[in-house]
């Protein structure tokens, strides 16, 4: 792999992605524990990642329409 062209997904930790989504980290915690919700993650080891593309499409696919629905 050329290191010059490689390009990494931009990586949220668990923090950066639940105030993104305006929820606490152990929300998603338990989220992943429990498989409650469709997040996608990323296990680095011990460490969990989303990637940001991720977390907008479970946005977009959870939201309600606005008042034309």
């Not at 490689?6 to 639940?18: D, K, Q, S």
């Not at 998603?28 to 977390?55: E, F, P, Q």
Request: some cysteine; proline content about 1%; charged content about 30%.
């Amino acid at each position: 792999m050329d290191k010059n062209n490689t390009t990494l997904p931009n990586l949220l930790t668990r923090e950066e992605a639940a105030k993104l989504l305006g929820l606490k980290s152990a929300t998603l915690a338990k989220w992943a524990h429990t498989h409650r919700c469709r997040l996608k993650m990323i296990k680095l080891g011990s460490r969990v990642r989303y990637r940001v593309s991720d977390v907008e499409e479970f946005i977009n696919e959870n939201s309600t329409g606005g008042s034309n629905d």
